[in-house]
């Protein structure tokens, strides 16, 4: 008999674990919504001041109560896919203790905190979700989702207002919304991955096609080109997977087709209202511009560090100098070189093969829209900075994994056209 993926308990204790689900959720949504633009109006989280205890969002803190308390108070029962993701999740903490170790002995630890906060605080999220019953899953995704809408519609109406409902540091030549993400680019990326999940929710047909409506005008309002374009194939993506309440497949299949039609017309009508509006004016000068040049052009660093700080790492904060000073970026907009100069090519490789490994074992028996999203979501964030900041990408990304996979796992396609019910 399979035994049940998640921690056992009488029913005062499922009580309390249903209490702490609520817990987690809570974390979960503070981690996301709480980000660094809000969190460093009161506490030094990103800047160079304030204490080590700053510079963890404090949603960590829930978290780690949270595990403690479970592994403390449940027997935990664990099925072979959910003990092969634990499996995962310790190599990829050896790994990490390897590489910061490394950081240690070499006197580099500026990667300490977007490690905690980015990787070791979402390995915390994933062992809770396998402590979790698998119905209990879906809604994490869910609620997800749900912020990620709710970050749209503030970003279009940041765009319709000119105003923006947070604090944003960074000066622009044309205004973008940020929403309710820390960047134009992060409110366009995460967009753009949502089009994509939506169709592995179980939601009813009619909130699936307002959810794509919802994040695809939060995309074109963000300005962010790349996000913009790979949202079209999100689109296609939802089309092609998404599950249609029909007598037989040829009635889906035909269904799907008018969809699709209806769908291209909505698109075409939005894209000229956007338009209209100056949404698309960055791409007036191409999708290739100065702004996107900077991310390629960031990469000359690595003509300034030496063949022992290039295979094992260097100082951070000299190459950060190097690129004001000799290519006038404030910032390095690109997460494979900031891996690259702090943990080496060696540390760089390791750690991608730690991810990679990671994610494999996360995306095992996960639907086709599942892993599109997350091959969209990987080629949107290598394009910048976001996977070696302080975010909530890789968590969130996780947990949609967990829980859309959950909700819908994997099947096989059937070709054959004969009577068969389909579950909305």
Request: net charge positive.
């Amino acid at each position: 008999m399979t035994r049940p993926a998640y921690a056992t308990a009488s029913d005062d204790g499922l009580l309390m674990l249903r209490l702490l689900y609520a817990a987690f959720a809570f974390f979960v949504l503070l981690r996301v919504g709480l980000n660094s633009l809000i969190l460093n109006q009161f506490m030094d989280y990103t800047t160079l001041e304030g204490s080590t205890i700053q510079k963890i969002h404090p949603a960590f803190y829930g978290i780690v109560l949270i595990m403690a308390t479970v592994l403390a108070s449940y027997r935990i029962e664990l099925n072979a896919v959910d003990l092969s993701l634990l499996r995962a999740i310790a190599t990829f903490l050896v790994g990490i203790v390897l590489l910061t170790t490394m950081l240690v002995v070499g006197g580099r630890n500026a990667a300490f905190g977007y490690i905690l906060d980015s990787y070791i605080v979402a390995c915390m999220a994933i062992f809770i979700m396998t402590t979790l019953p698998r119905p209990w899953r879906p809604l994490i995704a869910e609620l997800l989702l749900a912020f990620l809408m709710l970050s749209a519609l503030v970003g279009t109406a940041e765009f319709a207002l000119k105003t923006r409902l947070l604090p944003y540091p960074g000066g622009e030549e044309v205004f973008r919304p940020t929403g309710l993400s820390d960047h134009p680019l992060e409110l366009g990326q995460w967009c753009a991955v949502g089009i994509c999940l939506a169709s592995a929710t179980r939601w009813r047909m009619p909130f699936k096609i307002a959810a794509v409506a919802v994040l695809l005008i939060g995309v074109l309002a963000s300005g962010a080109r790349f996000a913009t374009l790979f949202a079209g194939l999100s689109c296609l993506v939802f089309l092609i997977t998404v599950r249609m309440a029909a007598p037989t497949p040829l009635d889906g299949l035909q269904r799907k087709i008018m969809l699709a039609l209806a769908g291209l017309l909505a698109v075409m009508a939005l894209i000229a209202v956007m338009f209209a509006a100056g949404a698309l004016s960055r791409f007036d000068s191409g999708v290739v511009d100065q702004s996107a040049l900077a991310r390629v052009n960031i990469y000359g660093v690595f003509d300034y560090l030496t063949w022992n700080e290039f295979l094992f790492g260097g100082d951070i904060t000299r190459i950060q100098r190097i690129a004001l000073d000799v290519f006038g970026l404030p910032f390095i907009e690109s997460s494979v070189v900031i891996f690259t100069v702090q943990f080496g090519l060696v540390g760089a490789i390791l750690f991608a093969v730690l991810l990679a490994n990671l994610f494999r074992a996360l995306l095992t028996g996960a639907p086709w829209n599942v892993i599109a999203g997350t091959v969209i979501f990987f080629t949107l964030s290598l394009s910048n900075n976001a996977l070696s900041t302080k975010s909530a990408d890789i968590l969130m990304m996780t947990l949609l994994i967990m829980g859309c996979k959950a909700a819908t796992p994997r099947r096989p396609i059937a070709w054959s056209l004969r009577r068969a019910p389909v579950r909305e």
